[in-house]
């Protein structure tokens, strides 16, 4: 099972769907925040017989800005992004500065996936993270037995 964790709540894929039915959509523009009050970006998980995929919305971001790492069964997405700006007008200066930081994290069970596959590809404003599965946890087709 593929868990997703973001600043000490958890949650499992099928509470996902169930909560689909239970979540006060009233707040929903305020569920895309932390705690802070950072803004974390938006992911999709897709799970297919052969791998899942993580797909994670962060638009206007370069590939240098996140950091992916596998330490034991979590797998932590980061980026930690500065942007400084100084204008000088008559003798006014202008100063603007943005920082913008979050990490999402995912348990993943080392029974089910192959951790020396795992890729990442940055296009077009996601972040595509795809997770291999390994053989014994891809379903297999139905055996049809021959009764004698």
Known sequence: MLTLRDNGT???IPTLLGDLFTQNWNDWGLSNFSEANTTLPRVNIRETNEEFN????????KKEDFKIELDNDMLVISSEKHD????MQNEYTRREFSYQSFQRSFTL??????????KAEYREGILHI???KKEEAKTKPVKVIEIS
């Open 10 to 12: 958890k949650w499992g």
């Open 54 to 61: 993580i797909e994670l919305a962060a638009p206007g971001m």
């Open 84 to 87: 400084e700006s100084e204008e």
């Open 109 to 118: 069970s080392e029974r089910l996936v192959n951790r020396e596959e795992i």
């Open 130 to 132: 795809t997770v291999p």
